[in-house]
């Protein structure tokens, strides 16, 4: 397998743009989870799918940003309109099951964001 | 604040030298999780710990759960360029699902 995919990896633009990144998660990994990576705030969780569905969203900052995932093999986040302090890595991660259930998470190789 | 607090934030050593990481927190963790993460790249899972007390060995790196399942440690025997990178330690809270995450540790091994 070729492991969790995201794109684009490296991602510049303008505030007040939209911004759009893709995932692809582990083929058969029932859950996927998107994170965001700061140097002040280290890594956090934004929201989490199970079987394409929303878990929990409680982490998403704010509601410039959403999340979703229309089918097992796709999900994205939207930043819109985007702010200069969205700028973060931001990991898309996949598991056969919750943290709970001791799964490992596969992260991707993350998309670098700035925001001008 | 950090509901995972790791030290040190940055460690600089030599090849050959030992060095241990901490993760402590207030909050009881049913299973705690050390990641370790290169640049450019996301983080990959080293190890899970579930019992209190538990230590598990990879190679040259052990890892130990606090008896009271609030804290943990690696620690890095012989200490090589390789082994360069951020060290992340994810707790899952004793009631809930979800991994929260320490802010990390930047190693640095010089050759």
């Known amino acids: 397998d070729a492991g969790v995919i995201q794109s684009p990896r490296h991602e510049v633009t303008e505030m007040g743009q939209e911004v759009t990144l893709r995932c692809k998660p582990i083929?058969?990994?029932?859950?996927l989870f998107w994170y965001r990576q700061t140097m002040m705030r280290g890594l956090e969780l934004l929201i989490y799918f199970n079987n394409n569905v929303p878990i929990d969203d409680s982490g998403m900052p704010e509601d410039r940003f959403s999340a979703k995932m229309p089918n097992a093999s796709f999900s994205t986040l939207k930043i819109q309109p985007s702010e200069p302090r969205d700028s973060a890595v931001y990991f898309c991660a996949s598991s056969l099951g919750l943290a709970g259930s001791i799964h490992e998470q596969f992260f991707g190789p993350g998309t670098r964001l700035t925001v001008l | 604040t950090q509901l995972l607090e790791q030290s040190p934030q940055f460690l600089s050593i030599q090849e050959g030298e030992n060095l241990t990481v901490y993760c402590n927190s207030s909050s009881v963790f049913s299973s705690l999780q050390w990641y370790r993460q290169e640049p450019g790249e996301g983080p990959v899972l080293l190890v899970t710990v579930v019992t209190g007390g538990e230590v598990k060995k990879l190679k040259r790196l052990t890892f130990q759960f606090g008896d009271a399942r609030k804290d943990s440690s690696l620690h890095i025997t012989a200490a090589q360029p390789g082994d360069t990178g951020l060290y992340l330690c994810a707790g899952v809270m004793e009631y809930g699902n979800k991994l929260v995450f320490g802010a990390g540790t930047i190693l640095r091994v010089k050759s």
């Open positions: 083929s058969g990994h029932d859950y």
